[in-house]
């Protein structure tokens, strides 16, 4: 049971390349999320799934894509990188229910020159 | 419109001082709680949560948390720090949309 896994662990990309993060879980959870966390700011959430085939803007999508592949898997694209977009990205899930906490990927540190 | 504050940006303790970390909350209905610890280079951890009965709630690693809705905090707590403690520390509240919404985090420095 690996939790919430995510790809890569470390990033960087030149203004203006694209690329996408992976995130899967193995919990059988409905909703999935990713986050971006800067200093001072704590974790900001870009968009988030509540279920298969649906997505939600979270407080900063701008910038980003998101496709909910199936149940296990939530990858967020940056169409074309800029370095405002450096930070550390995190996935979670989590299972719904009202007392359901979320599980965090161990993150991946994106660097954009 | 939910939001978390956690005043603190910084706390420093000595080793097996006792600790409290604030939380306030803005919430219109019951509110489901937590606290997270991050790691440095890691990802979140649960500590604890709440989210109906009894108002202290236990964790891992010795943490408990008060929920008092007249003030609408959840202050975590520890009675005695460790060194292996310092780390930053998350509040989130969730609501019936399954939506977490952040404190900004109080960083953890243990002096030995």
């Known amino acids: 049971n690996a939790g919430v896994t995510q790809t890569p662990k470390f990033q960087v990309l030149k203004t203006g390349q694209s690329m996408t993060l992976q995130c899967a879980q193995d919990?059988?959870?409905?909703?999935m999320y990713w986050y971006r966390q800067d200093p001072g700011m704590g974790l900001r959430l870009i968009y988030y799934s509540a279920s298969e085939g649906t997505t939600d803007k979270g407080e900063v999508p701008n910038g980003y894509n998101v496709s909910r592949l199936n149940k296990r898997e939530f990858s967020l694209r940056l169409e074309s990188a800029a370095p405002s977009q450096t930070s550390v990205y995190f996935c979670?899930?989590?299972?719904?229910?009202?007392?359901?906490?979320?599980?965090f990927g161990p993150g991946t540190r994106l660097t954009v020159l | 419109a939910q939001s978390v504050t956690q005043p603190d940006i910084h706390i420093t303790v000595s080793e097996g001082a006792s600790l409290e970390l604030r939380c306030n909350y803005s919430y219109g209905a019951t509110p489901y709680l937590f606290w997270y610890v991050q790691s440095p280079g890691q990802g979140l951890q649960l500590l604890l949560k709440y989210f109906s009965g009894d108002t202290l709630v236990q964790g891992i690693k010795g943490f408990e948390a008060e929920f008092k809705r007249s003030q609408s905090s959840f202050n975590l707590r520890k009675p005695s720090v460790h060194w292996s403690d310092a780390a930053e520390y998350f509040c989130?509240?969730?609501?019936?949309?399954?939506?977490?919404?952040f404190g900004t985090g109080t960083s953890l420095t243990v002096i030995p």
């Open positions: 979670a899930s989590s299972g719904g229910s009202h007392d359901n906490e979320q599980f």
């Open positions: 989130a509240v969730r609501n019936t949309g399954n939506q977490f919404y």
């Open positions: 919990m059988n959870h409905n909703s």
